[in-house]
Nanobody, 113 residues
Framework: QVQLVESGGGLVQPGGSLRLSCAAS????????MRWYRQAPGKERELVAG?????SISYGDSVKGRFIISRNNYIMYLQMNSLKPEDTAVYYC?????????WGQGTQVTVSS
């Protein structure tokens, strides 16, 4: 069993920055990829970024050049820069093992003036 605990969400003005964190605990040895998803009001869940245990990184088109994903052991981070109102969403931490998919509780990010 894997537990994911997120932190760092909040309210920020357009152009500002936030850093989200996701700490994985439990049977973390089995995890091979961790991802950030988000879901905005009225929209489907969207893949934001992912990072493997080997360090391979991918980003969704809407955040390329603005967001940075990183990992230290089983703590995953999402540095969000140049935030736009369109980034407003609930952000979810996701971890995948061979046999299971795990989700965090979600953290609200609101970008507004």
């Amino acid at each position: 069993q894997v537990q994911l605990v997120e932190s760092g969400g909040g309210l920020v003005q357009p152009g500002g920055s936030l850093r989200l964190s996701c700490a994985a605990s439990g049977s973390t040895f089995s995890i091979y990829v961790m991802r950030w998803y988000r879901q905005a009001p009225g929209k489907e869940r969207e893949l934001v970024a992912g990072i493997t245990t080997g360090g391979s990184i991918s980003y969704g088109d809407s955040v390329k050049g603005r967001f940075i994903i990183s990992r230290n052991n089983y703590i995953m981070y999402l540095q969000m820069n140049s935030l736009k109102p369109e980034d407003t969403a609930v952000y979810y931490c996701n971890a995948r093992s061979l046999n299971n998919v795990y989700w965090g509780q979600g953290t609200q990010v609101t970008v507004s003036s």
